[in-house]
């Protein structure tokens, strides 16, 4: 039992940084309906930005913290405004490879910048252990857990009860309806790349004391979040990280309990079976149009 | 200065891709009535709204409002120039409740207490949205996001108001009731209206100026009176066909205009 429950926290972690990627690919996507695949790769950079304000600059943890979030935050910016807006309207396909194309281009340049070695920062939950009776919780762990919930509550009431969270839910619904009603479409879109770099920055630096940081971190997580946010149901935010949770969860599970090879099976197999049986995802919505 | 059109389109082009949409149209809103472009499926008149609201650009021509050139400004700073346009098919946001569909319509404006007002005024004009205030807008029946978009565009306060089919898709006694409160909303709060309709009997009912819109030219442009009165439009528009004296038809009529 007690191997159960340390498993089922450590999956659970594991899950909500599945989560938070999943997240940043739900918000773009229902936004202007472009994949990006690019997802991993800004949690990426945004751990080596993190490297950069607390291992090399020797700032204290929650400043490096702080000026990471925002430094990526604005890398989402820039990054749509030079790579995505020009080529909006143009096929899909091209968006898709454009995005890949930005996931190469980065984790090179993360290898050039940084060095390809395994890079460390200490943080105030990198040793620390969690003891309730034989239970044994190690902070990093917990840490995840916990800043993934505090990040949940205050996106939740970023997007019900403000003023542009509405505007962006409105116009990820209807984006020409969205222009009559004077809402500036395109800076909105800039603010929703904005986030989901930041979420991902989050991601990135609550990762960084359990895989260390390195320039491929992003493209293997990358990979498992985007069938977390697939389970979900693409386009639901909810979805997308109770998603990621059921894939961090199955996939320890199964590294602890099944033989070898299993762990990165299980999380496919559960995603072929939800699909099958409900196509539209764990919490896709569907709404027809009158006419 | 008052007798100065409010809205001005002069000689304006617009295309989608390669192909002429709009071939050099213009027309004029007086300030405080309604104007109606009517014409055929593909004969442009979507086209003039959405090059006036600024989500399509002109190739040529000017549109002013109020004097000052909105050609090519971004949809958004025209609709905070007091121009809202109700799109064809409601456009409505589904997921969004009637509530903040109609906030949405309000965005730009920044008087809290105002808007709460004109949610209630606008509850007056469509009471029938009062009840359906938390319900999703996808929820709704067609004729109830049809009320909603308009409400939604008044939202913002328009001085002039672009309605796309208004009664598209709705029953004849809904069609009424709308256009009795397009009437409503023009004279009471002296919105000035460009009305585009297929519903040509009901349009030019309420309009007080028509213009006549055929493969992106005006055919023809008159009061509305006249215009009803009209043998081409009574033929070609509202479906009355030509008893005379003789009791004859000729194989096909022409348009005097051909």
Known sequence: MLDFIQQFVSGTALGCVYGLIALGFVLIYKATEVVNFAQGELMMVGGFFVFTFIGLLGLNYWIGFALAVLGMAAFGMVTERLIIRPILGYPQFSIVMATIGLGYFLRSLAGMIWGTDDLKIDTPFSDGVLKIGDLVLAHDKLSVIVATLILCVVLYFFFLKTRMGTAMRATSENMLAAYYMGIPVKTVVSLIWAISAAVACCAGVLLAPITFIHSNVGLALGLKAFPAAVLGGFGSIPGALVGGVIIGVLETMAGFYLAQGWKDVVPYLVLLAVLLLKPAGLFGLQLRKKV | ?258
């Open chain 2, 1 to 258: 200065m008052s007798d100065e059109p409010i809205l001005k389109v002069s000689n304006v082009e617009s295309y989608y891709g390669p192909i002429m949409a709009i071939r050099g149209v213009s027309l004029a809103l007086p300030r405080g009535k309604i104007v109606t472009v009517l014409g055929a499926n593909g004969a442009g008149k979507t086209t003039i709204l959405k090059t006036i609201s600024g989500v399509l650009d002109p190739a040529k021509g000017s549109v002013e409002l109020e004097g000052n050139q909105i050609q090519r400004m971004d949809a958004d700073k025209i609709v905070r120039l007091g121009l809202s346009h109700v799109p064809e098919g409601r456009e409505v946001f589904p997921f969004l409740s009637v509530r903040e569909n109609l906030q949405m319509g309000a965005y730009l404006r920044t008087d809290k207490d105002g808007v709460a007002q004109d949610i209630e005024r606008v509850f007056g004009y469509f009471p029938r949205l009062k009840e359906r205030i938390d319900q999703p807008a996808g929820s709704l029946s067609g004729g109830e996001q049809q009320m909603l978009a308009i409400s939604r565009a008044l939202m913002n306060r328009p001085k002039v108001l672009l309605l796309d089919e208004p009664s598209l898709g709705l029953s004849p006694l809904l069609v009424k009731e709308i256009f009795a409160i397009i009437r409503r909303v023009n004279a009471e709060q002296g919105v000035s209206i460009l009305l585009v309709e297929q519903n040509a009997k009901m349009a030019l009912e309420t309009a007080d100026y028509g213009y006549v819109l055929e493969v992106g030219r005006v055919v023809m442009d008159d009061t509305c009176e006249k215009l009803l009165g009209s043998k081409d439009i009574q033929e070609f528009y509202l479906g009355a066909s030509d008893h005379g004296a003789r009791g004859e038809r000729r194989w096909k009529k022409k348009k005097t205009w051909r």
